[in-house]
């Protein structure tokens, strides 16, 4: 009875071992649906089939910066069937601030139903040392990671070490900016599993048997 | 069939751990008598040598180079209270090897503890020194500094802030050690097969994933010198 929380480097495999993870404890994995449902629960909008979608969070560029406005990065639609049976589209669009209010809420309201896997999105920050919550990290060497997107993603090896450093930059900025902290710090998570030593069977064996094993709390 | 190091903050009970790895698997825990049978060997008395523990490894001070008179390998000046320490002799003076030999014996007995297999390593700069080496599992504990507070007041008698400025002193003690004999950070995740906290996992849960991960280590062939 847990609730992990994933943080991992680009190309790291991270991923995928979340995913196996979670099949393997027979956990709920925390996905745009979840955050859908907060955000009709928080009343952003009404309706059925709430759909949420994140945009990668990028770097503030020099058009925001001059209007002066917090930056779009989500949009949350519902269709709604109206008396006569017609169905129409509401689209609400959140900004940085919203959007990050909304994941917190989602995060918060994941950790009480318990028994989940939260991948990214500064769970670790946000769940930080609550009683029950695992913060595993998984991270490998750059040239690891550029080899493995090279061959599982397409990119060129060019290509793969510019996405994974754009990507990482981008996600260390996320974090300070939004929740404070320094991603890489160690001291954030109670496991860290470098792949480029150990290979993804490996880690999910052990980030599962890390949580079989936690003392029991809630 | 596996060598294991452990690198660990001090108080973050990885002395517990190691203990409790080398009961679950039956490895030996490499320590002082290994590096006094590769001194002997070498041709050293036991008073001459010095068991370099890098946590009490402290920086030369300018004045300690001044009144040594020394320019080349430094003596260690720090010497009198590690000699009680370790081996409960008296004050006296020490004349010890310098510190690049100490070096070398060290790490020439952990070389040797590699290639006789089935050992835990406590520190001494073990993932650095076999660092590419196939068979070995890399692991470092850590824990919040408040935990590690903690547990120094509780097992150690520490006061709380005593155990706070001997905890920082010691790690920065290790960090300089590795940086100035090993060229390393630390605190590099990416040196470790696993980074342990325990801060939610204790002693038996962190001992027991530790060995189900050198059950994770790749099949290994003849071991390379």
Redesign the interface.
């Known amino acids: 009875m847990a609730v992990i929380t994933i943080s991992r480097q680009y190309g790291s495999g991270g991923n995928e071992i979340a995913v196996r993870v979670s099949q393997q404890l027979g956990y709920r994995y925390f996905d745009k649906e979840m955050l859908a449902q907060a955000a009709s629960e928080e009343g952003i909008l009404n309706g059925e089939k709430v759909d949420f979608s994140e945009d990668n969070y990028k770097m503030r560029g020099f058009l925001d910066r001059l209007f002066n406005w917090p930056r779009m990065v989500a949009q949350v639609g519902t269709r709604i069937e109206d008396k006569t049976g017609a169905i129409s589209e509401e689209i609400r669009i959140l900004n940085e601030v919203e959007s990050v209010n909304l994941i917190r809420s989602a995060i918060e309201e994941a950790y009480e139903h318990g028994d989940v896997v939260i991948v990214g999105r500064g769970g670790q920050a946000i769940l930080g040392e609550k009683p029950g919550a695992f913060h595993v990290r998984i991270q490998a060497p750059l040239p690891a990671r550029v080899e493995r997107l090279h061959e599982r993603e397409n990119y060129s090896l060019g290509g793969a070490q510019d996405a994974a450093i754009k990507r990482d930059r981008a996600a260390a900025d996320y974090l300070k900016r939004f929740h404070d902290i320094d991603w890489s710090d160690p001291l954030l998570y109670d496991l860290v599993v470098n792949t480029g030593k150990l290979d993804s069977e490996a880690a999910i064996y052990l980030v599962t048997e890390a949580v079989k094993h936690l003392p029991v709390t809630k | 069939m596996a060598v294991i190091t452990i690198s660990r903050q001090y108080g973050s009970g990885g002395d517990d751990i190691a203990g409790r790895v080398c009961e679950l698997l039956g490895y030996r825990y490499f320590d002082k008598r290994m590096i006094v049978r590769a001194a002997t060997a070498a041709g050293l008395s036991q008073e001459e040598i010095m068991d370099f523990s890098e946590d009490k490894y402290e920086i030369h001070t300018f004045l300690d180079h001044l009144m040594s008179g020394w320019r080349g390998p430094y003596a260690i000046t720090h010497s009198q209270a590690w000699q009680e320490e370790i081996f409960g002799v008296g004050p006296k003076t020490l004349s010890a090897l310098d510190e690049i030999k100490n070096i070398s014996l060290i790490e020439s007995a952990i070389r040797t503890a590699y290639q006789r297999d089935n050992v835990v390593i406590m520190g001494r700069g073990g993932q650095a020194i076999l660092k590419e080496k196939t068979g070995v599992l ?1 692991v ?1 504990i ?1 824990a ?1 500094l408040k935990a590690r507070v903690e547990r120094l007041h509780r097992r150690e008698n520490y006061s709380l802030e005593g155990g706070q400025e001997v905890a920082l002193r010691r790690d920065r003690a290790a960090a300089d050690y590795l940086h100035r004999f090993h060229k390393i950070d630390w ?1 590099d ?2 040196l ?6 325990t ?4 002693t ?2 962190a001992a ?2 530790i060995v ?2 050198v059950g ?1 280590l790749p099949p290994i062939g003849l071991k390379e010198e």
């Open positions: 890399h470092r850590q919040p605190n995740p990416l470790y097969h696993l980074v342990i906290g801060g939610q996992l204790d038996e849960a027991r994933l189900k991960a994770c």
